[in-house]
């Protein structure tokens, strides 16, 4: 089965940046690692909910400024300012770099221009500040298949699916990868 080009760019964007499909209010007493407890169960029924939470409580880095880049980069980026978002994102890596989601950012734009070495190195380090990143995990996976490490993406879509079990577009993903990796197989 083969997902064209395109179709893996925005389902990868979608994961990798968070793009939350419901706006889910974010509570002061709940961390991010609550949320993505409750989304490693395989039976979550509500996992969308779930998963936009997660989203949202990245995206905030508790500084105004650090914010305010993030959402400048994200919107240049959606309105293809590629010179911008770089500029925005940089800025932001370089101002809060504990961020996570600062360098995932800037990854998903090095990615979208199929730059795929700056986009490896900021996913390190997205997974050095948050480990159950699964967007950064699936986006690497999907890099990493498209450089022919069939292993290294393989790893990386089983890590991301362990992570958000309910997730349809990670479970694809591995699946696809393991039908081919059957074929070859035979």
């Given at each position: 089965m083969t997902i064209q080009r395109p179709i893996i760019n925005a389902l990868v964007a979608a994961v990798f940046c968070g793009i939350p499909l419901l706006a889910v209010p974010v509570s002061a007493q709940s961390t991010a690692d609550d949320f993505l407890d409750r989304l490693a169960d395989?039976?979550?029924r509500n996992w969308d909910v779930v998963e936009a939470d997660v989203y949202q409580r990245w995206?905030?880095?508790?500084?105004?400024?650090?914010?305010?880049?993030?959402?400048?980069?994200?919107?240049?980026?959606?309105?293809?300012?590629?010179?911008?978002?770089?500029?925005?994102?940089?800025?932001?890596t370089d101002h809060a770099p504990e961020f996570a989601e600062g360098w995932n950012a800037r990854a998903t734009l090095f990615f979208e221009q199929q730059m795929y070495g700056p986009a490896i190195a900021d996913i390190q380090r997205v997974?050095?500040?948050?480990?159950?990143?699964?967007?950064a995990l699936t986006g690497l996976g999907v890099m990493l298949e498209d450089m022919g490490n069939i292993d290294g993406a393989l790893a990386a879509?089983?890590?991301?699916?362990?992570?958000?079990?309910?997730q349809p577009d990670i479970r694809r993903?591995?699946?696809?990868?393991?039908v081919q990796l059957e074929g070859e197989a035979l």
């Amino acid at each position: 089965m083969t997902i064209q080009r395109p179709i893996i760019n925005a389902l990868v964007a979608a994961v990798f940046c968070g793009i939350p499909l419901l706006a889910v209010p974010v509570s002061a007493q709940s961390t991010a690692d609550d949320f993505l407890d409750r989304l490693a169960d395989p039976e979550l029924r509500n996992w969308d909910v779930v998963e936009a939470d997660v989203y949202q409580r990245w995206q905030i880095s508790g500084s105004a400024a650090a914010d305010y880049l993030l959402r400048r980069g994200m919107e240049a980026m959606a309105s293809e300012d590629y010179a911008a978002a770089y500029d925005h994102l940089t800025a932001l890596t370089d101002h809060a770099p504990e961020f996570a989601e600062g360098w995932n950012a800037r990854a998903t734009l090095f990615f979208e221009q199929q730059m795929y070495g700056p986009a490896i190195a900021d996913i390190q380090r997205v997974l050095a500040l948050e480990p159950r990143h699964f967007g950064a995990l699936t986006g690497l996976g999907v890099m990493l298949e498209d450089m022919g490490n069939i292993d290294g993406a393989l790893a990386a879509y089983e890590a991301a699916h362990a992570i958000h079990p309910n997730q349809p577009d990670i479970r694809r993903l591995l699946d696809g990868l393991r039908v081919q990796l059957e074929g070859e197989a035979l």
